[in-house]
Nanobody
Framework: QVQLVDSGGGLVQAGGSLRLSCAAS????????MGWFRQAPGKEREFVAA????????YYADSVKGRFTISRDNAKNTVYLQMNSLKPEDTAVYYC?????????????????WGQGTQVTVSS
């Protein structure tokens, strides 16, 4: 089992920045990819960004490319999401997730473990 604890959300004005953290514990060696997803009220949970533990390859949704940066600290088993130039449409609950196998990264159904979520609210 893998446990994920995400944190760092809050209220910020448009144009501001936040950094989310996801601390992983347990059998983290069994996971290959970490992802961030978000869910706004009344909408489906959507892919935001992902990173491979090994090699560090990163992937982004078009809507956040150039504004968000995903990174990892293997020694701390922690993944970060630096969010800059935030927009009101970025408002959502953000979830970190981990998957064990496969090369995919955008499909939430392929992820095995989830954090509890952290609220990000961007005011205009």
């Amino acid at each position: 089992q893998v446990q994920l604890v995400d944190s760092g959300g809050g209220l910020v004005q448009a144009g501001g920045s936040l950094r989310l953290s996801c601390a992983a514990s347990g059998r983290t060696f069994s996971t290959s990819t970490m992802g961030w997803f978000r869910q706004a009220p009344g909408k489906e949970r959507e892919f935001v960004a992902a990173i491979r533990w090994s090699g560090g390859s990163t992937y982004y949704a078009d809507s956040v490319k150039g504004r968000f940066t995903i990174s990892r600290d293997n020694a701390k088993n922690t993944v970060y999401l630096q969010m800059n130039s935030l927009k009101p449409e970025d408002t959502a609950v953000y979830y970190c997730a981990a998957k064990r196998y496969g090369v995919g990264y955008w499909d939430r159904y392929e992820y095995d473990y989830w954090g509890q979520g952290t609220q990000v609210t961007v005011s205009s």
